[in-house]
């Protein structure tokens, strides 16, 4: 294809596969043919903020957790958060731990999903494997033990949410107030009997990742591996948390920026952009200022932030995790390391939230009128935090709602990230799938969850198309 | 006998429907060693192939990209599923229907916005009006009520289909289930 200088090129990736959602990906190419600029789109626009208006607010922890299929428990609990501050009550104490439990279940199932479902493909088969095999299944032929301990720990968060919740998608059991039904003695002891086997599990595939690390020496340094802020809640003693807390951001350093903000005034320090060329707004720390103010979310933010786990193979983990780098973490990478030792340490904190007596208690709902017309909640999601900021009339009716979603803090990291990997691996005059599946993997490293929308239209595989400078399509390739 | 082919397809919906297919657990092994996946989320396949011979359709129809794609599905599909109630009656993606989509995008994009307000319009694909359930849109061979169907009803409705028989839903799911 011959290159003149007065066009340029451009790469589309559509759709990224192995994801939680739809996303494409357009690389710009400069006149000699090297990436200059990259933008992950996202295609998803639903309406929420907009739909709830005028419904009653108890319908909103059912109703916004069809937000997302993944991670409807992290919805469901921010959103009754939210409701319970509307309410203006303080839940029981074994409603608050019920809550927790539920939480940990499915940050572990969401988790076992990314590594090993979606992610793990490209660490056994190999990045440039062959497309067609390179997915669980293909796993499932070459390492059939690290695909069924991957479909049996997401099951076991599945199964403990069905447990408490009688459902495992979807479950209506977290309520403005509390929850809906105590925990019954036998539900929690089979929970307890199969936490050894999880712990066992967890810990073989952590030690199994980290003797496999070395082999990706060229994607750490690539994928996403530049200094950013990082945000996420903390208990008051700085522990780590995903149920209730502070915010805390830190600096690329590991320096404490700001420590002890109060979610509810997100406000005040988070701003909501509009890119043009994507459905997601990005956010940005205010007192940076946009791009500076560019932080990540998740597992490797919540790793760089909290001071520990407060669990004791966790915390050993962690300790280990620091040894990468002295300053904060900083290769998106690593994600996947951090989002390994995040389950270990969520069997871990079951195991002590289930052993306290007061778990079977059967006082877990505070019932109320609504006392206060605006209402924040927050929790961190498995990819991050979660926020959603509602207001309503005397009656209850809905008004207005903002939620800020984990996958839109990381959006301005993402797309400086697949610019980053695509500078290094995208070659345009030699163009092999496995560059353009890198690019991906980075996307898939942030785990974000762009459920709920498609861009994919099945007439586009993977094309490079040669563009003249209005915009006309003069020469196009395309890859199936 | 060569094995079936089988494809996942999400549309406007909150991949709750796709993640009871993956609540099959040990049984996605057993699918696996009867039909091939040739396309889904879960896998790289880019383009919907040709000759598919069952497709699980996820979500509503909400934007051009929707509506070119069913279309793309329906023409290269044996047998099309609509799993999960926003596949088959539009169900929470519909509730945008009540308000013109330009007060839904101002909210998100004008109203809720600290920098450059403004819609997305650069590579991202027209959202339609209206949201509607696929059979407005295509016809459809198969219904499988729920928010999400359970996965035993997604691995009983499957089996029967790879089986060759038509499944029996009725007793098994419900709207809403
Ligand atoms: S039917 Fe329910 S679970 Fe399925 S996509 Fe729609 S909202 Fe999600």
Redesign the pocket.
């Known amino acids: 294809m011959p290159d003149e200088p007065t066009t340029r090129k451009t790469i589309l990736i559509d759709p990224v596969t192995r994801i939680e959602g739809h996303a494409k990906i357009t690389l710009h190419l400069d006149a000699h043919g090297r990436v200059a600029d990259a933008q992950l789109h996202v295609t998803q626009f639903r309406g929420f903020e907009k739909f709830c208006e005028g419904r009653p607010f108890t319908e909103m922890p059912s109703l916004m957790a069809?937000i997302c299929?993944i991670c409807p428990v992290s919805h469901l609990i921010a959103s009754a958060k939210a409701c319970d501050a509307l309410m203006a009550v303080r839940i029981p104490r074994a409603a608050e731990k019920l809550r927790r439990i539920f939480g940990l279940a499915q940050v572990l199932q969401s988790h076992a999903l990314s590594f090993f479902h979606l992610s793990s493909p490209d660490f056994i088969l190999g990045f440039d494997s062959d497309p067609a095999r390179r997915h669980i299944f293909g796993v499932a032929a070459e390492s059939p033990e690290i695909a069924r301990n991957g479909i049996r720990l997401r099951q076991f968060g599945q199964q403990i949410i069905e447990r408490l919740g009688g459902k495992r998608?979807?479950p209506a059991w977290v309520v403005p107030g509390g929850v809906s039904e105590p925990l019954s003695v036998a539900n929690r002891d089979a929970i307890l009997v199969a936490l050894p086997e999880m712990l066992t599990i967890a810990q073989l595939t952590l030690e199994w990742f980290k003797g496999v690390t070395e082999n990706f020496r060229e994607e750490i340094t690539s994928f996403g591996n530049f200094p950013t802020l990082f945000l996420g809640i903390v208990k008051d003693d700085g522990g780590l948390t995903f149920y209730d807390g502070k915010i805390r951001i830190v600096d690329a350093g590991g320096y404490v920026v700001a420590t002890g903000l109060d979610p509810a005034t997100y406000n005040d320090f988070l701003g909501e952009k509009v890119e043009p060329f994507t459905y997601l707004k990005s956010t940005y720390y205010k007192p940076k200022g946009y791009p500076e103010g560019i932080y990540r979310v998740g597992p490797l933010a919540r790793l760089n932030i909290a001071d520990r786990f407060g669990t004791r193979r966790a915390d050993q983990e962690m300790a280990e995790f620091h040894e990468i780098q002295r300053t904060a973490v900083l290769s998106s990478f690593h994600y996947h390391h951090a989002r390994l030792i995040e389950i270990l340490y969520c069997v871990e904190r079951m195991q002590q939230l289930l052993d306290d007596p007061e778990i079977l208690s059967k006082h877990v709902r505070a019932i109320a009128r609504p006392n206060s017309e605006e209402g924040v909640g927050v929790a961190e999601a498995p990819r991050g935090t979660l926020i959603h900021h509602y207001k309503i009339d005397d009656h209850g009716s809905m008004r207005w709602a903002n939620m800020i979603i984990a996958t839109g803090h990381n959006g301005l990291a993402m797309n400086r990230s697949i610019l980053q990997v695509a500078r290094h691996f995208v070659h345009a005059e030699r163009l092999e799938e496995g560059m353009l599946n890198r690019v991906e993997a980075v996307i898939r490293a942030y785990d974000p969850c762009l459920s709920c929308s498609t861009h994919a239209d099945g007439r586009l595989a993977l094309a490079i198309q040669l563009v003249a400078p209005d915009g006309a399509v003069i020469d196009e390739l395309r890859r199936k | 006998m060569s094995k079936l082919r089988l494809a996942t397809v999400w549309l406007d919906?909150?991949?709750?429907?796709h993640m009871s297919f993956l609540d099959l657990d040990e049984r996605l092994l057993a699918v696996a060693e009867k039909a091939d996946l040739v396309y889904s989320p879960l896998v790289d396949q880019k383009e919907f192939p040709a000759g598919v011979d069952i497709a699980l359709v996820?979500?509503a129809v909400s934007s051009e990209d929707d509506l070119h794609k069913i279309q793309v599905v329906r023409a290269r599909t044996r047998i099309l599923v609509s799993l999960?109630?926003?596949a088959v009656t539009a169900?929470?993606p519909s509730m945008r229907n009540k308000f013109p989509l330009q007060m839904s995008l101002d909210r998100a994009y004008k109203e809720n916005v600290t920098l450059d307000p403004g819609t997305p319009t650069q590579g991202v694909p027209a959202l339609l009006e209206k949201v509607r359930p696929i059979h407005e849109v295509v016809p459809v061979d198969v219904f499988i009520p729920g928010?999400?169907p359970s996965a035993d009803t997604i691995f009983y409705a499957v089996s029967e289909l790879l089986e060759g028989r038509s499944p029996d839903l009725s007793p098994r799911t419900r709207f809403g289930a």
């Open positions: 069809r299929g998608i979807h | 919906g909150c991949s709750g429907c996820e979500g999960g109630d926003c169900n929470v928010c999400p």
